[in-house]
């Protein structure tokens, strides 16, 4: 999981997370390790523990309020009514980011977004310095012609962050992404519009207490780092039972 650099400037303002959470992500990841592997309770630690996994519930709830659910946003695949959301706040120059869109995202795409359960929500959370920070105003920017999953994938190829993302690279992997208007493309990089767009992700992150990437929520679970396969399918597996619960 790659860390924030020391020299990368990051701002002050961290804004609460959705209203009323009494929680961080960060805080919440120690309590789902800790109620997977708990005892059993006993005498009063059981009250305890009941209202320990209630306020767990809550705030996973708040957490999965997060997902914005826009049938028209570029920057999410699958269905914007799917029962399980998952959301990846992430950096185009973090290695293990890259890890994740290779290894492990095509296999929850065929598994689950095609069959409608699983809808992937972008976040860009730009760690690294004014490349990342270009790279993610250069990803909504394709996603302005409907080019951004393409873009992700290149940016994300095998070499492809070691080769750096300068205006020039910028503009070969919108190339490369079959992106059509190369200079509607630079205006909308270069234009506000994209870096508000970024600023607000990476408020959205801040806000969780995230600190790194990849970052992920799964149906409002935090997962960190580029974890195994089967750690995002058994998330995916966990909120779709929930969602299902939830509705009858």
Not at 7 to 20: H, W, Y
Not at 84 to 110: M, N, Q, S, W
């Amino acid at each position: 999981m790659s860390k924030n650099p020391r020299n990368t400037a990051v701002p002050k303002r961290r804004p609460l997370l959705v209203a009323g959470a009494v929680a961080v992500a960060a805080a919440l990841l120690g309590t789902v390790s800790y109620t997977a592997t708990r005892p059993e309770p006993r005498g009063d630690a059981a009250g305890q523990d009941t209202a320990a996994g209630q306020q767990l519930d809550d705030t996973t709830t708040r957490l999965a309020e997060l997902a914005r659910r826009d049938g028209g946003d570029p920057l999410a695949q699958g269905r914007a009514d799917a029962p399980v959301v998952l959301i990846e706040y992430a950096d185009f120059k973090c290695g293990f980011c890259g890890k994740f869109a290779r290894d492990t995202e095509p296999g929850l795409v065929k598994k689950y977004v095609a069959d409608g359960t699983l809808r992937i929500e972008w976040r860009n959370f730009p760690l690294f310095g004014a490349e990342s920070q270009a790279a993610a105003a250069a990803s909504w920017a394709a996603g302005q012609q409907g080019r951004f999953w393409q873009f992700h994938r290149a940016a994300y190829a095998e070499g492809a962050k070691e080769k750096g993302f300068g205006a020039d690279r910028l503009d070969a992997l919108a190339r490369e992404a079959g992106v059509k208007d190369l200079d509607r493309f630079r205006r909308d990089r270069d234009g506000r519009a994209a870096h508000a767009a970024v600023a607000k992700d990476r408020e959205e992150a801040y806000a969780l207490g995230a600190t790194s990437t990849p970052s992920f929520l799964v149906g409002g679970q935090p997962i960190a780092g580029a974890q195994p396969a089967a750690a995002f399918e058994q998330a995916v597996e966990s909120a779709k039972a929930a969602a299902k619960a939830g509705r009858k």
